[in-house]
């Protein structure tokens, strides 16, 4: 006889596969259950929460997870598994969703071939594929005359850098303009440059996006491609002065130094990697497989295509090189209340002479600083540790404008004639992320995939909603999980980001009184807020995807996000004609929609009583995030698509490879399920809908 199978967790495996051998009594505190491999076992069960019913073999490989009768945690990883190891797809819809499993590998399936095989096609009538999602965007542009947006999602190192390159390449294949000189070319073109200056290696991935970026790509009135506009956000500057353990500074300085030897780079003084501070401090100055000056001459050509000539490029590399050897400028402590700056440093001069700079005033002021009260000047000498801080500050204050200009200026270069008739937005902002320290940036980076998770679950809800209403079938308002509350203790009022914004205003705020008014605010009081027991540095919060610890020590000084007034002033003097824009009293901010779109916040954003205050990166988080995720205003504008990626872990086994996931990052597989208590609501919001929304035929 075939008894019924269900899925039993697995310390390993995550779940496995169990026959139940006997009835089940309401009652019955155990099952009698038979796993694959013969054993038998008396499997504990709590009568409120049975094990997971697994779905019938026909089922298993379905194409859309929505076709499963029973549509859960282990039957959604069990699905990808099977289509992934067995099949090697690496792609399945669930409903409106693509969910991509990162092979790690180059794939043969994204030929021109088989861009013209999906393109005019319908979703359902492909198989699953990236360019499924890339066509269903254009032609709903085409037949609705309505903007779309794809928004990729996805862990650190789950692809979805790439999978945007894919919709990007999809769209230029097929709106070919024939008229236009290289216009797609142009807006490919972007990408390397971008990963160049804003990509790294992380422990995660070799080629992670250290900054979100969203690119409107721009068509006519006849769908042609005719420009794009890219906006970034987030830069992780920390990175430019600091790198963890095997993983590496911007790819840009790793290629720059790989072609020092060039004669038309003598002048920039650089050698190996390994000879600068600012790239051998993760101790992994080199990536498996990757050939540097290879890739050198890559954005080489690239700038080039893009109209940005030798000059320009010569330009950039001159002020990437100064900061490399500004991180070799040795400061030298002189007691303990004081440091000073030797003028014969060989590194300093090459810096001063690389940006036409002072060297006696930037010794002295590196290692000064200036107060000023109402009646009078205080010079003040710094600690060497204070110094440290201030050069450093400064090759991340260059790093930022630097970035800024380059993009700015490839910008300028998709401009075009015109008016632009509609378009499609690829949003690619990088994963929820959590390492063994986590700072400012990973607070950033996972609040800012909160704000995506919320968007994604009203987009999706909502328009299941809309279908029964419109179908005029029987439904019950259910309310599915909502991740709001992390939100709010984020960002709003008396939230971490305000309390964070307060005491970056006391002139003698830090780190550890900031921590302390968290613990006093929301400790007992929040359940999604935790002090950890070992420590008072630190403080976790449950994000809808996992539980992160955050380490105090630099928020602050990362919100505030400021270098000291009087070295912005000796920048100024300076005769490099790229610092002319740069350290402008007011530069524009660039919001992540153009001018033309009001955008309505979708909270009130708190003003500050001192007007003359800079804004916090903080601040600037919760400006950005709510003018790109104002659900109505969104909603009207654009229509989503939503592509998820998944990060396999391939395990080399004798036998097949089998597919592993690792249960830490489970909630990313699962999406749009979560792991945490709320799991079953989600799952369970199909029963008010009668099943309709899992398995509408």
Known sequence: AHWTEVWIPHKEEVWQSAEITKNYKAGDSFLHVQLEDGTELNYIVDPDALPPLRNPDILVGENDLTALSYLHEPAVLHNLKVRFVESKLIYTYSGIILVAVNPYKQLPIYGDAIIHAYSGQNMGDMDPHIFAVAEEAYKQM????????????????????????YTMRYFATVSKSSSNAHVEDKVLASNPITEAIGNAKTTRNDNSSRFGKYTEISFDQSYQIIGANMRTYLLEKSRVVFQSENERNYHI???????????????????????????????????????????????????????????????????????????????AAVGDERSSISLEDKHLNIFCELLDLSCDKMARWLCHRKITTTSETVIKPMTRAQAVNARDALAKKIYSHLFDFIVERINQSLQFPGKQHTFIGVLDIYGFETFDVNSFEQFCINYANEKLQQQFNLHVFKLEQEEYMKEDIPWTLIDFYDNQPVIDLIEAKMGILELLDEECLLPHGTDENWLQKLYNNFVNKNALFEKPRMSNTSFIIQHFADKVEYKCEGF??????????????????????????????????????????????????????????????????????????????????????????????????????????????????????????????????????????????
């Open 142 to 165: 085409a037949r609705n005359n309505k903007n779309q947006s794809i928004i990729v999602s996805g862990e650190s190192g789950a692809g979805k850098t790439v999978s945007a390159r």
């Open 253 to 331: 300085f790793y290629q720059l130094c790989a072609s020092s030897m060039l004669p038309e780079f003598n002048h920039l003084k650089l050698g190996s990697a390994e000879e600068f501070n600012y790239t051998r401090m993760g101790g992994s100055t080199v990536i498996e497989g990757v050939d540097d000056r290879a890739n050198m001459v890559e954005t080489q050509k690239t700038f080039a295509l893009l109209g940005l000539k030798g000059d320009f490029q010569m330009d950039v590399f001159k002020m990437l090189a100064a900061i490399l050897h500004l991180g070799n400028v040795e400061i």
């Open 556 to 697: 602050l000084e990362k919100n505030r996000d400021t270098v000291r007034e009087v070295l912005i002033e000796i920048l100024k003097e300076s005769k490099f004609h790229l610092f002319e824009n740069f350290f402008q009293d007011n530069p524009v901010s660039s919001l992540p929609f153009s001018s033309t779109i009001s955008i309505k916040s979708a909270r009130p954003v708190l003003k500050s009583p001192n007007k003359q205050l800079r804004m916090t990166v903080g601040s600037k988080i919760v400006k950005i995030l709510n003018s790109y995720t104002p659900i109505d205003d969104f909603e009207k504008r654009v229509t989503p698509s939503f592509v998820r990626k998944v990060q396999a872990m391939l395990n080399n086994r004798e036998d097949v490879p089998q597919l592993m996931l690792d249960t830490k990052y489970l909630f990313q597989v699962t999406f749009p399920f979560t792991p945490s208590a709320h799991a079953l609501e989600t799952i369970q919001v199909p029963s008010s809908f009668k099943l309709g929304f899992l398995t509408r035929v």
